[in-house]
Every structure is written in structure tokens, then in C-alpha cells.
T-cell receptor, first 113, second 113 residues
Framework: GAGVSQTPSNKVTEKGKYVELRCDPISGHTALYWYRQSLGQGPEFLIYFQGTGAADDSGLPNDRFFAVRPEGSVSTLKIQRTERGDSAVYLC???????????FGPGTRLTVT | SQKIEQNSEALNIQEGKTATLTCNYTNYSPAYLQWYRQDPGRGPVFLLLIRENEKEKRKERLKVTFDTTLKQSLFHITASQPADSATYLCALDLSLGNEKLTFGTGTRLTIIP
């Protein structure tokens, strides 16, 4: 079956612009996670959804970052007034309810110039 | 402060030998510890999960140990092959109800033919 997909695969934007990153989880997976990975580092947790609600957004760095999952499937990570420090690979993962194994997408590489 | 350390940034092993990767953590009490493989330009792929009350877990050529007293996990690949070359990430699952993962920085393993 299809895995987790993320679009776009690459996004280059200018400092100060708004961007949206999309994640399509595996069908039937109720848990969805966003992580951010900088070069040479492991993924860093941003936010977790169980169904439609954000159950834990403690990893969002500031209020410029926001994520939604309105129908409990596709999720969008939104970044306002982008800064050069936001440049990273943004990874999405999904899992079954109560499951521990996470299935990751290929990531979106965001570059802020 | 809380910290996860993976033994070395890079490890070179001769083909056919056993590769051993180390994950040490401080000031965490994980319920589970997971190992993921990440290839360049791709998202992490789940390999193995070990629970806090388990000492060892095996899957084909892979073996993981978990010592909660030493706060250490060892990840072994036996009969290593060039195709095993990748970055390996350990991740702590504190299982606080949301299964979010806290990752180490990873070890880049190269198997030399």
C-alpha cells in the first residue's frame, strides 16, 4: 500500500514569506507527527495529532508555526514570516492508534533565502 | 539536562564483520527504545523496538540490547553488508500517552567491501 507522502519535496522561499507543507498519512493511521531535521541532527518533534486534534504541540518553536488536520487525515504545517533559521527538512510520520512504530514520509526540504 | 548520545558520528566496518552502535541517554526514563535507519534524502525507517523490561531483541541480522541501569542501548548488525551503509538513529519513546519520539543525532555507518 501507499506510504506517507509529503508535498512539495523541495520548497525555496524568501525570508518573510508564508509557506504550507502537506502530509498525507497512511490510510487508517489516526496518529500523525511532524518533526524537523537539521543537517547532521536527528529529527526533532514539533507536533502530534490524534485524529483531528493537536494532542501535543509542545515542540512548535514559536507562534509562527501552526498545523492543522481538519478531517483527521491530511495535515498541513504552516509557517508564517519565514526566517533563515527555519531552513530544514520537515518530516511527517503516522502510526496506528496506540502503536509505537512510526512510518515516515520522505520529507520536505525547506530553504529560506 | 536531558541528553541522548550516539557513540560516534561515523563508523567504518569491514564487510562481514559485526557493527555495534551505541546509544546512551541521561535524565530520561523511556518506556521503549527504537532504532531507525535513514538513507540520504529519505525519511527514517523503523527497524526494532525494545521495551524497558526486555533485555534483548533480535530480527534477522539485527540485535538490540537495552540496559536501563546503564541507560544504554547497543545495536548490532551481524555479517554486515555494503547495503547496510546508512545513518542509524536511536529514539526514546517516553510513552506519556502520545508516543512522540526523542531522537539521537545518529551514527553514519559505512560497510567497506
Amino acid at each position: 500500500g501507499a506510504g506517507v507522502s509529503q508535498t512539495p519535496s523541495n520548497k525555496v522561499t524568501e525570508k518573510g514569506k508564508y509557506v504550507e507543507l502537506r502530509c498525507d498519512p497512511i490510510s487508517g493511521h489516526t496518529a500523525l507527527y511532524w518533526y524537523r531535521q537539521s543537517l547532521g541532527q536527528g529529527p526533532e518533534f514539533l507536533i502530534y495529532f490524534q485524529g483531528t486534534g493537536a494532542a501535543d504541540d509542545s515542540g512548535l518553536p514559536n507562534d509562527r508555526f501552526f498545523a492543522v488536520r481538519p478531517e483527521g487525515s491530511v495535515s498541513t504545517l504552516k509557517i508564517q514570516r519565514t526566517e533563515r533559521g527555519d531552513s530544514a527538512v520537515y518530516l511527517c510520520a503516522s502510526s496506528l492508534a496506540g502503536g509505537h512504530e512510526q512510518y515516515f514520509g520522505p520529507g520536505t526540504r525547506l530553504t529560506v533565502t | 539536562s536531558q541528553k541522548i548520545e550516539q557513540n560516534s558520528e561515523a563508523l567504518n566496518i569491514q564487510e562481514g564483520k559485526t557493527a555495534t552502535l551505541t546509544c546512551n541517554y541521561t535524565n530520561y526514563s523511556p518506556a521503549y527504545l527504537q532504532w531507525y535507519r535513514q538513507d540520504p534524502g529519505r525519511g527514517p525507517v523503523f527497524l526494532l523496538l525494545i521495551r524497558e523490561n526486555e533485555k534483548e531483541k533480535r530480527k534477522e541480522r539485527l540485535k538490540v540490547t537495552f540496559d536501563t541501569t546503564l541507560k544504554q542501548s547497543l545495536f548490532h548488525i551481524t555479517a554486515s553488508q555494503p547495503a547496510d551503509s546508512a545513518t542509524y538513529l536511536c529514539a526514546l519513546d517516553l510513552s506519556l500517552g502520545n508516543e512522540k519520539l526523542t531522537f539521537g543525532t545518529g551514527t553514519r555507518l559505512t560497510i567497506i567491501p
